[in-house]
């Protein structure tokens, strides 16, 4: 049985609302009125890409969080959800290692984000790439040992790779992927 082996198309794992409230955990706090409605802008641009990725149209939303990358005042957070949220309409485009590259630039922005992490990791399988795939999905489970489907997508690519013969064992618990320069 082989999995991730092609890009799946499907809606994104996470709900607009959910995309909201990551945008607004990671608001700095006392903004002043200005800012804040800057932030109102950026929230309303994310949910805009978000509907663009449901309805298919990936390249509209790959265009819009590239939009929202790029403007100025984004926490580190806040441009690390962003770059997770292109990564994921590229990879849903079939864009595997353009998305590996946007789950990378996330976790350069912040380091210890499990979706990202996971991400990347089931792009990375997708891509054959498995012992890095294990890497990551490993590490996801670290970072949030709760997360049932993390576990569960562990579960299935160590079987994978016993299937293949390849050896489930993780040399280290973190990967070190080189991206090019953001275009």
């Known amino acids: 049985m082989i999995l991730f082996h092609r890009p799946i198309r499907r809606l994104p794992a996470v709900p607009a609302p959910a995309i909201l409230l990551a945008f607004l955990l990671c608001l700095p706090a006392g903004e002043a009125p200005a800012q804040q409605q800057g932030q109102a802008e ?7 890409g978000y509907l663009a990725h ?39 485009k079939g864009e595997l ?50 997360r049932e489907s993390y576990r569960t997508s562990l579960s299935l690519l160590k079987k994978r790779m016993e299937e293949e013969g390849l050896p489930t064992e993780v040399a280290s618990s973190t990967l070190e992927i080189s991206i090019p320069q953001e275009r």
Do not use: C
């Open 42 to 48: 950026i929230l309303e641009t994310v949910e805009s």
């Open 54 to 92: 449901r309805r298919g149209d990936y390249d509209e939303a790959v265009r819009i969080y590239t939009a929202v990358i790029r403007r100025r005042g984004l926490t580190p957070k806040q441009r690390a959800v962003s770059y997770l949220l292109r990564g994921e309409a590229k990879r849903d």
């Open 97 to 146: 290692e353009e998305a590996v590259y946007d789950f990378t630039r996330a976790l350069n922005q912040w380091q210890n984000y499990p979706q990202a992490v996971f991400f990347r990791g089931q792009a990375l399988a997708m891509l054959n790439r498995l012992p890095e795939a294990l890497i990551d999905q490993t590490r996801a489970v670290e970072l949030d040992p709760d």
